[in-house]
């Protein structure tokens, strides 16, 4: 058989490496590695916003002359809400 | 919201079809962004939805959430969550985060496919404005700690004068663990109320009062003296604090020289902020580029300028050529007045200075409004305070 040289088992070790890094589970990794701000939008909004099936809370807000509106009063008709700001 | 071109498309194609679309504003996601800083009540927030109406363009309706934030809390506390609800009120769909074509796809199986799916291009959005008119990037930014987290800000009401200027304020972790770290206070003009810094004026000062359990150093600044006559940068300062009981607030008492160009005034302006020892949840994150980390040793290691030096800077380079474009020569006074590319105008005394093109010297008289040109700065002024160009040449 061929002998191996030296790049070649740098290489085989970079990818038990990996492999090793893809199967180990998470209790087993080293702690400290931080959420992506994203990932954590993502699990507080699965953790707060009304669950699929449930009716949104009857809170209040305001249309764009000041007057106040419910959540309820928009009922009547398929509604999208869409959050957004200047930012 | 890089979504709302998309999201006016689809209300366009299926408001005919019964459907009824609204954004919710909330607090901001990013403040600072675009200069827009958080509103102080809710009349302000409602300029907000007035300002995104006018620069996104928008024909869905806004609703504005309280200065609670009810709304963001009560649906999710997302900053671009999407929701479409049945007639009953009821969550048919909900995603963390907008996005139209899966919108569009989900109202096309609940009302029906349109025939032509409007476009972008045929919603005549407008373009992105300039909303200010005088110089920015001319103060230098801070080179801030990599984590700091927003505090509860009031505002400290003394008669019907609008706060022009906001007062964001951040803290280091390090001070909620120990009582020890750095506070970062930056004094924001509100671009809604279309004010300027007068800097022919004193310079910002502030004023910390603090209870006997805290130390502040220095409990009094003065913002730096800034060369262009009016500019709209934030005055940003670090503050060293030690706190042994996090429940008494601070108080920051600020005095400025604002100046509203269309509306024709300039005036001193006092105002009072409360600083709370709380993260506020709904603060936002600020866009400030990539810090670099703290070290060990708590020293911020240098920050890389993210902006081009303008003339006047404590760090302007002298030897680094600025672009400019003539507005007005006078041959008598021996002075130019020019355009930057931050749209400020700025004049400078010429009296010694070598003006070039690429044929050679040039003399002053030749040059004309409108021309193009390269500046090159000295650090020294002339007896009216006018910066000395050592450089001109012609494009």
Known sequence: ?87 | MRNVPSLEAINQDYAPKGVQFYYIYKALAHPQTNGYVAPVNLAERLMHVQEAQKTLGTKIAWLCDSMANDLKHGLGDAPNSEFILDPDGRVLIKRSWSKPAELRADLEKLVGPVERPTTIASLNLPAKQTRSNVATGVVEKLDLPAQLRPLVVETVESGNEPFYVKLRAEAEPAISRSGEGRLYLGFHLDPLYHVHWNNLAAPLKFEIKASSAATVVPNVGEAPKVIVEADSDPREFLIAVNLQDRSQPLEVTVQYFACHDEEGWCKPVTQTYRILWQTDPDGGTVRRGRNPRDSESGEARPQRPNRRPMPGDQSAQPNRPIPARIVSVDLEAQTIKVLLPNRSEVEYNVASTRLMDADGSLELKQLQENDRVMLGVSNDKDSEGRIILRRLMKR
């Open chain 1, 1 to 87: 058989m061929q002998r191996l040289t030296g790049w070649a088992w740098c290489l085989v070790f970079l990818m038990s490496i990996c492999l090793w890094g893809a199967t180990t589970p998470s209790w087993a990794q080293p702690p400290g590695r931080a959420e992506s701000p994203r990932d954590a939008v993502d699990s507080a909004f699965n953790r707060k916003s009304p669950e699929v099936g449930d009716t949104v809370p009857n809170l209040a807000a305001y249309r764009a002359d000041g007057s106040t509106v419910r959540l309820h009063d928009l009922k009547g008709k398929h509604t999208v809400l869409v959050f957004g700001c200047l930012t």
